[in-house]
């Protein structure tokens, strides 16, 4: 009899650890997620490519731009008629919307000041307007 009491008892121990443990874990779990989180953000390699990403993005905005004249160019130099100003309009007009979708991509992650606008460097513009011809890149301070 002793023995089996000794044997409720352990299995009791052990179902009030188990149930204890998942307690602990299930009631912590947005504390420790939230710093998670933020270890994870603050981590140097993390700030270091945020960092450099938004300055990426800005030259590649550029670039476009840049592919858009040349392409543009191109079609005063082409007749107008021909099927190579068809496919240099057509040119233009992807490479308009990369830099469309470019621009949206950079000012959406500029305006999130949980992850990645918090490492937009100040010198960066914090919007970038989508009916400019040039974008500017650096913003003088």
Known sequence: MKAT????GII???????????AYRYYTAEIRGTVDAEEQ???????ISRYEEFYNRCASIQGHEDSIQAQMKRLDSVD???????????NIAGLESQR??????YNTDAANSYTMGRFRASNLPYR????ADNTQCIVNQ
């Not at 953000?41 to 700030?47: F, K, N």
Request: cysteine-free; aromatic content about 2%; charged content about 25%.
């Open 80 to 90: 107008p008629e021909s099927s190579e100003a068809g496919r240099v309009r057509a």
């Open 12 to 22: 009791a121990l052990i179902a009030l650890l188990t149930v204890g443990s998942w």
């Open 5 to 8: 009491l000794i044997i409720i």
């Open 41 to 47: 953000i603050e981590s140097a390699p993390s700030r």
């Open 128 to 131: 970038l307007d989508i009916n």
């Open 100 to 105: 469309a979708r470019s621009i949206r991509r």
